[in-house]
């Protein structure tokens, strides 16, 4: 099976119980096949738990779920060495982060200790506890979730550092009215609710893996890429621009973006597409310039501002 032929399953698969969420399918799966992570901002009640649910059902791994609170200890997620009385022996009792597909519900809601070791595990893939280091399985994929209304009692804002360690933000938007009529319609029993079904195995997960890094990329598009980079560093009105580690993710994303397209070759639609997600998290304007612009309007006009390549190489 392609890549293609891939994303078409698991959007047909996964489209049984989400509705609307087609791109936000094809990010995740981009996310999956660089190892990268996922921040979904949204408002409670849109689908994020089922969402990270059906992937993981899709692609047939585990899930678990951590619902971050102020008293979550960091061992609550990586799992501790407990007295077993009847043995008379210290065991290992892992935590949740030992899954597939791990949902962190809220962490904003978490302390920054418990937040960092999280991070730290993200970025690791490997957990320590009391001098026994375990590896995480393959694949692995954290998505973690935020309420946009960052004013709340009792949160804790993810420092610029940490939201670096995501490879792409997604803001979960408010379905359109007629999806939302879908979504009525088969909560009341008027359309059948179908199960999701496993679509491709984990061995196929690191095929595909190996395959998108071969994704040719063009020294024009190297420089597209860099170029919009250096413009987030060098806008008057943005305060802190995009780090090496952003550019290179925006690099993957791109290159996953062109192979679910089914192309060998990155094209500037591919990187245009991926920009909003990949940077959105790492720009933080200035006091002047977010009083005239959003993030959002920013990257636009950054885009707007960076020539785009008239032929962008192949490698045929």
Do not use: W
Request: one cysteine or more; charged letters at 25%.
């Amino acid at each position: 099976m392609s890549l293609t032929g891939l994303m078409e399953k698991l959007k047909e698969e996964i489209g049984k119980v989400i509705i609307g969420k087609e791109f936000d399918i094809e990010l995740m799966t981009i996310s999956l096949l660089f190892n990268g992570h996922i921040l979904l901002e949204s408002v409670p009640g849109t689908g994020k738990t089922l969402l990270a649910k059906s992937f993981a059902t899709a692609i047939g791994g585990t899930l678990s779920r951590i619902q971050f609170t102020p008293d979550v200890l960091p061992s609550d997620v990586t799992g501790i060495q407990f007295f077993n009385p009847k043995t008379q022996e210290f065991e290992l009792r892992p935590g949740p982060i030992m899954a597939n597909v791990v949902l962190a519900d809220e962490i904003n809601r978490a302390t920054p200790r418990t937040q960092s070791s999280l991070l730290e595990v993200m970025e690791e893939r490997q957990v320590t506890i009391d001098g026994e280091t375990i590896y995480l399985p393959e694949p692995f994929l954290v998505v973690a979730t935020q309420n946009p209304v960052e004013s709340q009692q009792g949160t804790f804002s993810l420092p610029v550092a940490q939201m670096d360690r995501f490879f792409i933000k997604i803001k979960v938007d408010y379905p359109t009215v007629e999806d939302e009529k879908r979504i009525m319609r088969i909560n009341r029993g008027d359309q059948k609710l179908e199960k999701i079904s496993q679509v491709l195995t984990l061995s196929e997960i690191e095929h595909f893996k190996r395959g998108v890094k071969e994704i040719f990329l063009s020294c024009e598009m190297e420089d597209y890429i860099l170029q919009i980079a250096r413009r987030t560093r060098e806008h008057n009105q943005i305060e802190l621009g995009v780090s090496p580690r952003g550019t290179l993710a925006l690099m993957r994303a791109a290159q996953g973006k062109a192979a679910l397209g089914g192309r060998t070759y990155v094209i500037p639609e591919d990187v245009k597409s991926v920009v909003p997600y990949v940077f959105g998290h790492r720009i933080y304007l200035s006091m002047e310039g977010s009083l005239t612009k959003t993030t959002e309007t920013m990257i636009t006009e950054i885009l707007d501002s960076v020539p785009v390549p008239v032929e962008a190489g192949t490698n045929g």
